[in-house]
């Protein structure tokens, strides 16, 4: 943690008091809070979730210290070259020195970690979200509010991370390490993506798709979440309803990486062996 005025304790207590009581956002101390707050997270030094053992803690005062940033902030203009905006919060500055590759017109707002080695094309990123080092955000991507993006992930062209602030309690959607996001990608509510997966293209994934393995001789049905090392792609199964049956969206767990071959490699047979359309 950085060296602040403030303990890690009383700025998330003076963070929890305002989420409890907005007239205290007017008080000097309490925007100097939320504001030490943001800085963090733009410095990757604090983070709205983490991992915990084997899952994940998501830390709820840190996501209501995001929300309370916004009303404590007010309209201006600002630039990039020949580009203009209108917002809240300001843009990320001085790649080179945080050692990050940004091609135009890759846009990061202030308040999300970036690490070095992370190579921005023309891509999105919110406030409050974490890149890890290596990763790729390629054209036309998306990383949510709060979104976690581990080390070595490649986002494909036109992948949606969604965000979540509220309700706080909420999970961040979670990408773990190594994981292949292929082209057209969704993943929204808080899901979860195991280290070292590979999705298909066009691969959509919420809070309630079923996802199901069928790689083996009897399927295995997950929600919101798939574990490490699978191949994934787009799926659907009957469901009837009062006006008939129809198909509806699903995932299909059709194989594993595997674990006897390097990274890069692994993942290009994977897509090879399986068929899977990146």
Not at 37 to 47: A, E, F, N, P, T
Not at 62 to 80: C, D, E, H, Q, W
Request: aromatic share 8%; proline share 6%.
């Amino acid at each position: 943690m950085p060296q602040t005025s403030l303990s890690m304790e009383h700025l998330q207590s003076i963070i929890e008091e305002a989420w409890n009581d907005r007239q205290l956002l007017k008080k000097s101390k309490t925007v100097s809070a939320i504001e030490e707050l943001i800085k963090m997270l733009d410095l990757g030094k604090v983070r709205v979730a983490e991992p915990d053992g084997e899952g994940w803690k998501v830390n709820e005062w840190v996501k209501k210290g995001v929300i309370l940033y916004f009303p404590t902030r007010k309209m201006r203009n600002s630039s990039a070259g020949p580009l203009w905006f209108y917002d809240k919060i300001p843009l990320k500055e001085n790649y080179d020195k945080l050692g990050i590759r940004v091609v135009p017109h890759a846009v990061a707002r202030y308040g999300a970690f970036i690490s070095p080695g992370v190579i921005l094309m023309p891509s999105y990123v919110n406030i409050g979200a974490y890149i890890g080092e290596g990763t790729m955000v390629d054209t036309w991507a998306t990383v949510g509010s709060c979104a976690q993006i581990g080390k070595h992930v490649h986002l494909s062209g036109g992948v949606g991370i969604g965000g979540v602030l509220e309700p706080v309690q909420a999970a961040p959607v979670i990408i773990e390490d190594n994981a292949f996001i292929g082209s057209r990608c969704i993943i929204v509510e808080g899901a979860r993506v195991g280290k070292e997966a590979v999705l298909g293209a066009n691969v959509v994934i919420t809070g309630s798709t079923k996802i199901i393995d069928v790689s083996g001789s009897e399927p295995q049905e997950y929600k919101g979440y798939i574990p490490p090392r699978s191949v994934v792609i787009p799926g659907s199964f009957p469901k009837k309803f009062p006006a008939g049956e129809y198909n509806v969206p699903c995932a299909l767990i059709i194989g594993q990486r595997k674990a006897s071959t390097d990274k890069k490699t692994s993942l290009n047979n994977a897509l090879r062996e399986y068929n899977v359309s990146a």
